[in-house]
C-alpha cells in the first residue's frame, strides 16, 4: 500500500538537512538507515528522521516536498521544532514503525 509522505531527515540537531518524499517511509529508513541509498544522505551521514508528514496523493506530496525544498532554512527548522523539539529520531529501527512526534503525541490526549 502506498503512502505519500514527505520527511526530513538531519545528520544531528540543527546539522545537515535532507527533504525528501516516498510512498513507504518505513521502507525508505530502513534503506537509509543501512546506506543503501547512494547520494547525499550517505555521503553526509543524514539519516535521523526528524519530521515527517502524510498526504492524500503522491501528487501533493512532491508538491509540498518542492516547496519545502525552497523554504529558508530558518522556516524548516522552526517547522521541525513544533512537531519535535528534542529531534528525537522518529524511526524505531528495533519495530520498523515510524513513531508520532511530540507534538502528534500531545494532540492525541487532548
Known amino acids: 500500500m502506498i503512502t505519500p509522505c ?11 538537512l535532507y527533504i525528501g518524499v516516498t ?21 553526509y551521514d ?4 526528524v519530521y515527517y508528514e502524510m498526504h492524500q496523493t503522491m501528487d501533493g506530496a512532491i508538491l509540498h516536498e518542492k516547496r ?15 512537531m519535535n523539539p528534542e529531534w528525537t529520531d522518529l524511526f524505531d529501527e528495533t519495530t520498523g514503525e515510524i513513531l508520532d512526534g511530540p507534538a502528534d503525541s500531545a494532540r492525541n490526549y487532548r
Open 6 to 16: 514527505v520527511y526530513i531527515l538531519a545528520s544531528r540537531r540543527n546539522g545537515t
Open 23 to 43: 510512498g513507504a517511509l518505513p521502507d525508505r529508513m530502513s534503506q537509509h538507515k543501512q546506506g543503501l541509498i547512494e547520494g547525499f544522505t550517505k555521503d
Open 46 to 49: 543524514v539519516k535521523t528522521l
Open 68 to 82: 519545502l525544498k525552497e523554504w529558508q532554512r530558518a522556516w524548516k527548522i522552526r517547522m521541525i521544532e513544533k
